[in-house]
C-alpha cells in the first residue's frame, strides 16, 4: 500500500519561503508523477504543479514564478518551495500521486500539512 | 484557465436518497473529469475518473457520467458515510482545475 507524509514546519513568517518534503513509502517514484495541492482553510482545491519521477517540473502560473518542486529518487520524496508568502498562501498542502489512468487521477494522497503564513 | 463550476454548493438529503451533483466546464474537456470525496480533516479520496470509470474500491451506488462541458456524480442510495464534500477536477489542460465543492449535509 502507497502511503505518502508530508513534513514541513506549520508556521512561516510573511515574505519567508515555505519548504514541504513528501516522503513516499511502500512504492517506488519510479514511473509516475507526483504533484502538490493545496487548499486554504474552507475554500477549495488548488493545483500548485507536479513533476514526473526523472524530473521536468511543471507549475502553475498563478505562483507567478514562487514555486519550485524538486524531487530525490534516492531518498524516495519529493519537495516544494514557495516563496515570498503572504496570508494568502495559508492553507492545507498536500501531496499526491497521479495514477496510470491516463487522466490524471490522483489516486493516493499524503494527509495534508497546515502552513499558517503568520507574523 | 478552465473553470469549473458545481452545483449545488450545498445539498441536503436523508439516507437511502438518490443525489445528483453536476460539474460545468468553461470549455470542453471530452471525459478528462475526476470526482473527489472529502471528509472533514481529511484528504480527498478519489471516486471516479475519466469521467465514468470507478475507482477500484469505491462503492458501485458511485456512477459519473457526461463528456464535453456537463457532467454528473449520483449516488444511487446515500449511505452514513457518503456525507461529506465532493468536488470534480478537470485534467484536459493545465492548470488543472477543480470545482469549488459540494457540501452534501444530512
Known amino acids: 500500500q502507497v502511503q505518502l507524509q508530508e513534513s514541513g514546519p506549520g508556521v512561516v513568517k510573511p515574505s519567508e519561503a515555505l519548504s514541504l518534503s513528501c516522503s513516499v513509502s511502500?512504492?517506488?517514484?519510479?514511473?509516475?508523477?507526483w504533484t502538490w495541492i493545496r487548499q486554504p482553510p474552507g475554500k477549495g482545491l488548488e493545483w500548485i504543479g507536479d513533476?514526473?519521477?526523472?524530473?521536468?517540473?511543471r507549475y502553475n502560473s498563478s505562483l507567478k514564478g514562487r514555486v519550485t518542486i524538486s524531487v530525490d529518487t534516492s531518498k524516495n520524496e519529493f519537495s516544494l518551495k514557495l516563496s515570498s508568502l503572504t496570508a494568502a498562501d495559508t492553507a492545507f498542502y498536500y501531496c499526491?500521486?497521479?495514477?496510470?489512468?491516463?487522466?490524471?487521477?490522483?489516486?493516493?494522497w499524503g494527509q495534508g500539512a497546515l502552513v499558517t503564513v503568520s507574523s | 484557465d478552465i473553470q469549473m463550476t458545481q452545483s449545488p454548493s450545498s445539498l441536503s438529503a436523508s439516507v437511502g436518497d438518490r443525489v445528483t451533483i453536476t460539474c460545468r466546464a468553461s470549455q470542453s474537456i471530452s471525459n478528462y473529469l475526476n470526482w473527489y470525496q472529502q471528509k472533514p480533516g481529511k484528504a480527498p479520496k478519489l471516486l471516479i475518473y475519466?469521467?465514468?470509470s470507478l475507482q477500484s474500491g469505491v462503492p458501485s451506488r458511485f456512477s459519473g457520467s457526461g463528456s464535453g462541458t456537463d457532467f454528473t456524480l449520483t449516488i444511487s442510495s446515500l449511505q452514513p458515510e457518503d456525507f461529506a464534500t465532493y468536488s470534480c477536477?478537470?485534467?484536459?489542460?493545465?492548470?488543472?482545475?477543480f470545482g469549488q465543492g459540494t457540501k452534501l449535509e444530512i
Open positions: 513533476i514526473y519521477y526523472s524530473g521536468g517540473p
Open positions: 511502500g512504492g517506488s517514484l519510479r514511473s509516475y508523477y
Open positions: 499526491a500521486r497521479v495514477g496510470r489512468s491516463g487522466y490524471y487521477s490522483l489516486d493516493y
Open positions: 477536477q478537470q485534467s484536459y489542460s493545465t492548470p488543472f482545475t
Open positions: 475519466a469521467a465514468s
